[in-house]
C-alpha cells in the first residue's frame, strides 16, 4: 500500500466518521427538540390536566357551547359565560359521580363574565342543563372515556406541528448526509497526495 492510498483511505474514514457524527448529532438535536415542543402543549386533547372550554348562552344564544364533548379522565371543564341568566345543573351522572354543576342548583343563575369549572375523574356520561333555558333545549353532555379523541385508540399528548416540522427536516438531512457519504466511499475521489 503506498503513501498516497493510505491518506486516501484515512481521509475518506475521517469523512465517514465526521458525517455519521454529524448526522448523529443532528438527529438526536431534533429529538431533545421535538421532545421539548411536545412537553410545551397543554390542554390538548389528552386528560390529565387539560382544559376544555364551554361557552354559556354565546352571543346571547340559549345553547352550550359546543353542547357535546367528549373527554378524557381528568380533563377539567371550564364553562364561561357569554351572556346573563344562565346556570349548569347535572340531571344525570355514573354511579360514583359527585358533579352536581354551578352552586345554588336550580335556584342561582349567573351573568356574563363569570366561570365555573370541575374536573371529571370518573368515566361515563354526564347530562346537564341550564334551568330557565332547559324547555328552549339548553342542555349539553359530556362523554368521559380513556378512548376519547383516539379513534378507538387511547390518545397520546398531541404533537406540535413545529416538531414535525423539525424532525421531518431532521430526517432529510440526515438521509443526504449518509448519502453523500456513501457517494464518496463508494466512487472515491482525487484527493491528491496529503503531502501537496
Known amino acids: 500500500m503506498t503513501n ?60 352550550f357551547e359546543p353542547a357535546e364533548i367528549e373527554i378524557q379522565p381528568g380533563t377539567t371543564v371550564k364553562w364561561v359565560w357569554d351572556s346573563d341568566n344562565h346556570n349548569v ?26 366561570e365555573y369549572s370541575h374536573t371529571f ?19 349539553g353532555t359530556i362523554t368521559v372515556s380513556p378512548d376519547a379523541g383516539g379513534g378507538g385508540e387511547a390518545a397520546g399528548p398531541a404533537i406540535p406541528s413545529t416538531a414535525k416540522t423539525l424532525g421531518v427536516a431532521t430526517t432529510a438531512a440526515m438521509v443526504f448526509t449518509l448519502g453523500l457519504a456513501y457517494f464518496f466511499l463508494k ?9 501537496e
Not at 93 to 110: F, K, N, Q
Not at 121 to 136: F, N, Q, V
Request: glycine share 24%.
Open 4 to 63: 498516497t492510498e493510505s491518506s486516501e483511505s484515512v481521509t475518506r474514514r475521517g469523512f465517514m466518521r465526521t458525517a455519521t457524527g454529524a448526522a448523529a448529532a443532528a438527529g438526536a438535536a431534533g429529538t431533545a427538540a421535538a421532545q421539548d415542543e411536545g412537553g410545551e402543549e397543554s390542554g390538548g386533547g389528552g386528560g390529565g390536566g387539560a382544559t376544555k372550554e364551554v361557552t354559556v348562552g354565546p352571543g346571547g344564544d340559549l345553547v
Open 89 to 114: 345543573v347535572a340531571d344525570s351522572t355514573p354511579e360514583g359521580a359527585d358533579w352536581e354543576g354551578t352552586e345554588g342548583g336550580d335556584s342561582e343563575t349567573y351573568n356574563t363574565g363569570h
Open 121 to 139: 375523574e370518573i368515566e361515563g356520561d354526564y347530562e346537564y342543563y341550564c334551568t330557565p333555558h332547559r324547555s328552549a333545549g339548553m342542555v
Open 187 to 195: 466512487y472515491g475521489g482525487d484527493y491528491g497526495d496529503a503531502g
